[in-house]
Structures are given as structure tokens and as C-alpha cells.
């Protein structure tokens, strides 16, 4: 495979964008997060002068247990998704053993097209990493997995293909002596949350969630890990006191219960329509776009990827480059789902720009 680039695999969507563009590089969904949810954490800044308590936590853990029908010790807090994938190497620890650096793991193996984040932190600690790089449809019908590969790494829907893979072909990936890590950051954005193994307790199998995106939670941190408690247990050891802040735990909370499940859900029906009547608008410029396509974004094709970037950057508009997610070459872009207003000035954009 050559040299990897950890550069490519360092880079987000974020730093296509600045201030007054039109956002189609990042999948928050808005610039900030509800009303309501403004609110509540409002209520708790004059409580900022004391250290975050284990109330809070517990209450928080509590909250997430019930909207996946798990028990509170099947989940822990995160800052992040970002987070949780940075603790992967420390898997590598035996059972009640010293954190892990790595070591313990023999082989990880990253299904690609996918977000990169999780290679990076475990090629960072020294843990041997394959790629298993998907052709399209991009489906996991067609992924060779190592046998020897102790850790999997897998997402779902998958960042930038928006493909949803079935429940039953993640299941297959389990084998004794492995633990399948599926991110499933964008879950809650597709209707139902369907192939989601969120709600199912496997003793090999982990699953993160991010509040970031749904939420427009970014500049907070907020999101959790469900699993076997002892796999929690080898990701936590060693990590430093008080790891989230009051505002992240109060978050966490308040977007686990079931009038705000309820909420994501309508905005995964809106995001839904909004993809279905963004596709043929694509089309009619000529952009392949992928499909079947399940998430918050599209993977689209067109023939310099490159130039039709700095175009549209030039007309203030920000679009996610794909050459940086391994398995896609220089002609794959990446757009988040957005309403008719916005894509209306990318299309208009497009036209007079050209592809």
C-alpha cells in the first residue's frame, strides 16, 4: 500500500469552510442547537464555579441506557465521538490490566471509504492497521476482512459514501478474539434508526454516538459508547478526572429523552426530503451522485473535483474535498444534505462555474 499520508487522514470539512460561506462541507445540521436545548444549558452556568458531579454523570448515563433499552454501566460519556476513537488502542490492555497503548492488539482493520478519524488514532499508537477498501456500491457484501484482525472498524451510515449497511452483514464481521467498533455518528439522521446496533448488547461489539451533528453540538464535545462493560472498562482506564463538563453532561441528558429522540426523528424526516429533492437537482448538471444514499450527505463524482472546489469557494460556497477518505480518487466530493434555499445557490453556482 505505500506510505500513508496522515495528513489526508487528519482532515475534516471544517477547514473548507469560513465564516459567511454557504456550508455544504460540514454535516451539523444548523448553527446552533435548539431553542429549548439553549436553554437548558443556560440554566447551569451559575453551577460552572464547582467541578462537575457525579450526579450529573449518573443521570446522564441513565438517560442514554433508556433510549437504547441498555443498562446505565453499557454506556460511557465521551467528549466527543472524536474521543472514543482516540481510546481505541487502549483495547489492546488485558482485562483489568494497565491502559492500553496499542500493543495488545495484533491487527485493526479499517473499512474504507470512511471516516478517518479512527485509523489515524490507532496508526498513531503504533497498532498495525489494514485497510479494507470497498468498491462501489461501497456495501459490506464485498469486504475481505483479515481473520487475524483483533478490531474492526466500521461505520454506519458511513461518512462519505451515506451507504446504511445492513445490521446482519456487521454481525458477520464478529469472530472470537475480535471487537467490531461500529461509529454510528449519523445514525440518528436516518428515519428510524434502522441496522442500528445501538439497542443490542454483544459482548464484542461497540457502538459510538455522536450529538454533534443532530444537535449542532460541535463547539461542545458531547457523545457516548455503548458496550460490554468490560470493554468500557479498558477504554475509561487511565483517562483523566472529570472528563466531561457540566454543560456536556447536562446535553447528554437532555438529548436522550424521549421528547428529543422524538425531535431528532422529524429532523431526519426533514433531511430525508430535503437529499430526495436535492439528487435529480445534481443530476441535471451532470454530477454522478451515489445511491443508494441513507445519510445526512452525498457522495457526488464530477470530472476535476479539484477546480470545481476553488470555484465554488471563490463564489462562497463550501464543499467537502473526498480524495483525503482512502478508496476514493481526485474526482469524489462530499455535500452535506441541505434545504432548497441553499442548494439552490450551489446549483446556480454550478451553472455559471461549470464542472
Same mark, same amino acid.
Given at each position: 500500500? /505505500?506510505?500513508?499520508? @496522515?495528513?489526508? @487522514?487528519?482532515?475534516?470539512?471544517?477547514?473548507e469552510?469560513?465564516?459567511?460561506?454557504?456550508?455544504?462541507?460540514?454535516? $451539523?445540521?444548523?448553527?446552533?442547537?435548539p431553542?429549548?436545548?439553549?436553554?437548558?444549558?443556560?440554566?447551569?452556568?451559575?453551577?460552572?464555579?464547582?467541578?462537575?458531579?457525579g450526579d450529573?454523570?449518573?443521570?446522564?448515563?441513565?438517560?442514554?441506557?433508556?433510549?437504547?433499552?441498555?443498562?446505565?454501566?453499557?454506556?460511557?460519556l465521551?467528549?466527543?465521538?472524536?474521543?472514543?476513537?482516540?481510546?481505541?488502542p487502549?483495547?489492546?490492555?488485558?482485562?483489568?490490566?494497565?491502559?492500553?497503548?496499542?500493543?495488545?492488539?495484533?491487527?485493526?482493520?479499517?473499512?474504507h471509504?470512511?471516516?478517518?478519524?479512527?485509523e489515524?488514532?490507532?496508526?498513531?499508537?503504533?497498532?498495525?492497521?489494514?485497510?479494507v $477498501?470497498?468498491?462501489?456500491?461501497?456495501?459490506l457484501?464485498s469486504?475481505?476482512?483479515?481473520?487475524?484482525?483483533?478490531?474492526?472498524?466500521? /461505520?454506519?451510515?458511513?461518512?462519505?459514501t451515506?451507504?446504511?449497511?445492513?445490521?446482519?452483514?456487521?454481525?458477520?464481521?464478529?469472530?472470537?478474539g475480535?471487537?467490531?467498533?461500529v461509529?454510528?455518528?449519523?445514525?440518528?439522521?436516518?428515519?428510524?434508526?434502522?441496522?442500528?446496533?445501538?439497542?443490542?448488547?454483544?459482548?464484542?461489539?461497540?457502538?459510538?454516538?455522536?450529538?454533534?451533528?443532530?444537535?449542532?453540538?460541535?463547539?461542545?464535545?458531547?457523545?457516548? $459508547? @455503548?458496550?460490554?462493560?468490560?470493554?468500557?472498562?479498558?477504554?475509561?482506564?487511565?483517562?483523566?478526572?472529570?472528563? @466531561?463538563?457540566?454543560?456536556?453532561?447536562?446535553?447528554?441528558?437532555?438529548?436522550a429523552e424521549?421528547?428529543?429522540?422524538?425531535?431528532?426523528?422529524?429532523?431526519?424526516?426533514?433531511?430525508?426530503?430535503?437529499?430526495?429533492?436535492?439528487?435529480?437537482?445534481?443530476?441535471?448538471?451532470?454530477?454522478?451522485?451515489?445511491?443508494p444514499?441513507?445519510?445526512?450527505?452525498?457522495?457526488?463524482?464530477?470530472?476535476?473535483?479539484?477546480?470545481?472546489?476553488?470555484?465554488?469557494?471563490?463564489? /462562497?460556497?463550501?464543499?467537502?474535498?473526498?480524495?483525503?477518505?482512502p478508496?476514493?480518487?481526485?474526482?469524489?466530493?462530499?455535500?452535506?444534505?441541505?434545504?432548497?434555499?441553499?442548494?439552490?445557490?450551489?446549483v446556480?453556482?454550478?451553472?455559471? $462555474?461549470?464542472?
Amino acid at each position: 500500500m /505505500g506510505e500513508v499520508d @496522515l495528513a489526508k @487522514l487528519r482532515h475534516h470539512g471544517d477547514v473548507e469552510t469560513r465564516v459567511g460561506m454557504v456550508d455544504f462541507a460540514v454535516n $451539523v445540521q444548523g448553527s446552533a442547537p435548539p431553542e429549548w436545548l439553549r436553554e437548558r444549558l443556560a440554566a447551569r452556568l451559575t453551577e460552572l464555579g464547582r467541578y462537575p458531579g457525579g450526579d450529573d454523570e449518573r443521570r446522564a448515563r441513565a438517560a442514554v441506557a433508556a433510549r437504547h433499552g441498555r443498562r446505565p454501566e453499557e454506556v460511557l460519556l465521551l467528549a466527543g465521538a472524536a474521543e472514543g476513537f482516540a481510546m481505541l488502542p487502549r483495547l489492546g490492555a488485558a482485562p483489568g490490566g494497565a491502559a492500553g497503548d496499542g500493543q495488545g492488539l495484533r491487527l485493526a482493520a479499517a473499512i474504507h471509504p470512511s471516516f478517518t478519524e479512527p485509523e489515524l488514532a490507532l496508526r498513531e499508537a503504533g497498532v498495525p492497521v489494514v485497510r479494507v $477498501v470497498l468498491e462501489a456500491p461501497y456495501t459490506l457484501e464485498s469486504a475481505v476482512v483479515p481473520d487475524e484482525a483483533d478490531l474492526v472498524v466500521v /461505520g454506519n451510515p458511513t461518512n462519505p459514501t451515506s451507504v446504511l449497511h445492513s445490521a446482519e452483514s456487521i454481525q458477520r464481521l464478529r469472530r472470537p478474539g475480535r471487537i467490531v467498533v461500529v461509529d454510528e455518528a449519523f445514525a440518528d439522521a436516518v428515519v428510524g434508526e434502522p441496522e442500528s446496533l445501538a439497542g443490542v448488547s454483544y459482548p464484542d461489539v461497540l457502538v459510538l454516538r455522536s450529538l454533534t451533528k443532530t444537535w449542532a453540538l460541535a463547539g461542545l464535545r458531547c457523545g457516548y $459508547v @455503548l458496550g460490554d462493560p468490560e470493554l468500557l472498562a479498558r477504554l475509561n482506564h487511565g483517562r483523566a478526572h472529570w472528563p @466531561l463538563g457540566t454543560l456536556q453532561l447536562e446535553a447528554i441528558a437532555a438529548t436522550a429523552e424521549p421528547g428529543a429522540v422524538a425531535e431528532s426523528q422529524r429532523k431526519a424526516e426533514g433531511i430525508a426530503a430535503d437529499r430526495q429533492a436535492m439528487i435529480p437537482r445534481l443530476r441535471e448538471l451532470g454530477v454522478e451522485v451515489h445511491e443508494p444514499a441513507r445519510g445526512p450527505f452525498l457522495l457526488i463524482r464530477v470530472p476535476d473535483a479539484e477546480l470545481l472546489r476553488k470555484r465554488l469557494a471563490a463564489k /462562497g460556497i463550501a464543499v467537502r474535498r473526498g480524495d483525503t477518505f482512502p478508496g476514493l480518487g481526485p474526482g469524489f466530493l462530499r455535500l452535506a444534505v441541505r434545504p432548497a434555499t441553499e442548494v439552490d445557490r450551489l446549483v446556480a453556482a454550478i451553472r455559471e $462555474v461549470g464542472l
